[in-house]
């Protein structure tokens, strides 16, 4: 019985060490999304009118631009809950065309808000990379402040080599304890 028990731990860690000692290039078919495509939450809060109210948007950490314009960017048809239609348009400026980003409406072109304050990407226009952070924003009628929060949507996921360890350390614990020998008390009357 003991016997088997070593033979099944040995194969055990000869699998979590192979796993452990892959590399990048061979643990690349188990990604299931390429670290590139981070999705970042987008958090608008400030001085809204009855009809806007705070908003919270989705975009791709390295979105594709459906429409490159001088002074920045489109990205059409994305999910927004504050639109009649569920979707709005937006448009991202850099900072040579007052940075920041407006909303419009894809159906009538009217605009929900148009917020000045820095560019809130880096790289060029046809391939931008958002920035992460806390950004002052004006309304283009210099009325109203705002705040545009941009994180990850996700947390950080352990590496394979974690993995490899957890699941070594929690067999290495089952056979201990399955190894452990049982104390037998007996009892003899005289």
Request: glycine share 10%; charged share 15%.
């Amino acid at each position: 019985m003991l016997k088997t028990n070593v033979k099944r731990l040995a194969v055990l860690a000869t699998g979590v060490a192979t796993m452990v000692g892959a590399t990048s290039a061979d643990a690349a078919p188990i990604i299931i999304t390429p670290a590139n495509a981070a999705t970042y939450i987008f958090t608008l809060t400030g001085d809204m009118n009855a009809t806007f109210q705070n908003a919270t948007f989705q975009l791709d950490a390295n979105p594709t631009p459906d429409i490159e314009v001088d002074g920045g960017f489109t990205l059409l048809n994305v999910a927004f809950d504050q639109s009649p239609t569920g979707f709005a348009n937006l448009n991202f400026y850099s900072t040579s065309n007052s940075g920041g980003f407006d909303i419009e409406d894809p159906t009538t072109i009217h605009f929900f808000g148009n917020f000045l304050g820095p560019q809130l990407y880096t790289g060029t226009k046809a391939n931008p990379t958002f920035k992460t952070g806390t950004f002052a924003l004006t309304d283009d009628q210099g009325a109203g402040s705002y705040t545009l929060n941009i994180a990850s949507a996700i947390g950080t996921v352990p590496e394979p080599a974690t993995w490899g360890m957890m699941i070594l350390g929690m067999g290495a614990v089952g056979f201990a304890m399955r190894r452990r020998q049982k104390v037998r008390t007996s009892v003899r009357f005289a």
